[in-house]
């Protein structure tokens, strides 16, 4: 059932051009422009016309829900706010009316996500849920929603449903804001094109993970490693940094690469390395000077970079190249080689990859 790979999380893994196919498929559209999405079309003007949007997650999911937190004040031009749902849930949060409330789980079991919603829709919130699981908890307490057809995620560790839950975000970003007409029609059609290139450029970047093997097997024996992105990028630095936490108990902390030099930067030292998550965007010179900082530290440079970029190349001690893609799409397949890294590292460690300590699937108690 493992279809031939070592273990599920690597199999899940190397699904992710499949199940972001899977989730695309019968909603996007490019050649027509369209995107279908019953759920979101049923409360289409409630959303565009929403005061604010509130993402309620937890863990890897949460991670998803910052991405979209970017990509939809970007795209739809709403005031988005991404809240841990343990901590939404017991703070007495203000929700009024009309709010919309966009909860996102691969379980749809997850208890603070699940009582967090049901609250806000005692309050009067439009639920939307962005479920992995059909029938579950959390997709039934919804108003609507959309599910993220990734299929039965069997590893721990939270892989191909994250690819999916950012699938998913981005169309109904783009779906909104078209609808709301904060988004360009040239834009749009630019964003759906690379939207539906993406399972072609995440098997690309799988076809190159015998490289990421070897750069697994080279910082194996660190003690700490540091994660660093910026803007759509932050929240893949913050993925990449928990999910080798998970897999190969190294620790491991992502942060904003701007932030390094307010504290974590005292960090950096020969020892340690640091991944920038550093493909072309709007951020991508600042990000470049981030680098040269931590190198004149003699920290370990390593780097997921856009195909062609020679400077990081030369900068950095590895590097992990993706293809070129629109920066509101590139989270999705940036996240792909961290997910690769971390699998590595920890069959190199001789880790239960596949269980690790301490962890469940569901997380179904407070
Ligand atoms: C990380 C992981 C967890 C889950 C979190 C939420 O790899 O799997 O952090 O993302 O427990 O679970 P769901 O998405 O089922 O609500």
Not at 28 to 41: E, H, K, R, V, W
Not at 210 to 229: C, N
Request: glycine share 6%; net charge negative; with cysteine.
């Amino acid at each position: 059932e493992k279809g031939g790979y070592d273990h599920f999380m690597l199999k899940e893994i190397f699904e992710q051009p499949t199940t972001i196919y899977d989730c695309l498929r019968g909603r996007l559209d490019a050649a027509a422009g369209t995107i279908t999405m019953s759920g979101i079309q049923q409360y289409a003007d409630q959303i565009i016309n929403a005061n604010r949007i509130v993402i309620i997650a937890c863990g890897t999911s949460w991670h998803a829900g910052l991405v979209a937190e970017y990509i939809i004040e970007d795209l739809c031009r709403i005031n988005v706010e991404v809240e841990y749902a343990s901590e939404f849930r017991y703070r007495n949060p203000v929700i009024n009316k009309g709010d919309v409330i966009i909860a996102i789980s691969q379980s749809g079991e997850t208890a603070d996500t699940l009582v967090a919603i049901e609250s806000a829709k005692e309050k009067g919130a439009i639920i939307l849920g962005v479920v992995n699981v059909v029938g579950s908890s959390i997709a039934r307490a919804s108003h609507a929603g959309a599910y993220t057809h990734a299929g039965p995620e069997i590893g721990v560790a939270s892989t191909k449903a994250f690819t999916a839950q950012l699938t998913v975000l981005m169309m109904i970003a783009l779906k909104v804001g078209y609808m709301k007409g904060s988004l360009s029609n040239e834009r749009y059609r630019r964003l759906l094109n690379e939207l539906d290139a993406v399972p072609e450029k995440a098997a690309w970047v799988l076809n190159h993970h015998e490289h990421i093997k070897a750069i697994a097997e080279k910082y194996k024996d660190a003690r700490d490693f540091l994660y660093l992105g910026r803007g759509y990028n932050f929240a893949i630095a913050l993925e990449g940094a928990l999910k080798l936490k998970e897999i190969s108990y190294i620790h491991a902390e992502g942060y904003p690469a701007a932030e390094m030099k307010h504290g974590p930067i005292a960090l950096v030292d020969e020892n340690l390395p640091v991944v920038f998550v550093a493909t072309k965007d709007v951020y991508h010179e600042k990000v470049v000077s981030n680098m040269q900082e931590i190198k004149a530290r003699k920290g370990k440079l390593l780097a997921v970079i856009t195909e062609g970029d020679e400077l990081s190349k030369t900068i950095c001690d590895d590097v992990m190249i993706v293809p070129e893609t629109d920066e509101v799409i590139a989270p999705l397949i940036n996240v792909i080689p961290l997910q690769l890294l971390s699998y590595y590292i920890g069959v190199a460690k001789d880790c239960n990859v596949d269980m690790p300590r301490n962890l469940a699937k569901s997380v179904t108690v407070e």
